[in-house]
Nanobody, 121 residues
Framework: VQLQASGGGLVQAGGSLRLSCAASGRTFSRYHMGWFRQAPGKERVFVAAVNWSGVSTAYAESVKGRFTISRDNAKNTIYLQMNSLKPEDTAVYYC???????????????WGQGTQVTVSS
């Protein structure tokens, strides 16, 4: 599966952004999907994941209550709604796909390219 993330940009603290990740292929609904982020000089870390049906989700503690992951299998797309953004949310955000869903221990089999999110104070 090939993944294309979009929707990043520059936003002020307290603002909102919605990231999208479009997947190619007719087997999209087989995959569990997730978002990771990587800040400058830091490791890539888990942000959120959703299972194939959209019923089960998982979030990093740092984004719980502010970010919402969702998917639309008819559109082969997942979303990350990010509210109440903070400067520490600044990072390159990557979408990913996995064959197994393990909650916050999400282990991708496929990666998309990143999209930059910058939150100014």
């Amino acid at each position: 599966v090939q993944l294309q993330a979009s929707g990043g940009g520059l936003v002020q603290a307290g603002g909102s952004l919605r990231l999208s990740c479009a997947a190619s292929g007719r087997t999209f609904s087989r995959y569990h999907m997730g978002w990771f982020r990587q800040a400058p000089g830091k490791e890539r870390v888990f942000v959120a994941a959703v299972n194939w049906s959209g019923v089960s989700t998982a979030y990093a503690e740092s984004v719980k209550g502010r970010f919402t992951i969702s998917r639309d299998n008819a559109k082969n797309t997942i979303y990350l709604q990010m509210n109440s953004l903070k400067p520490e949310d600044t990072a390159v955000y990557y979408c990913a796909a996995a064959e197994y869903f393990s909650g916050s221990d999400f282990r991708p089999d496929y990666w998309g390219q990143g999209t930059q999110v910058t939150v100014s104070s």
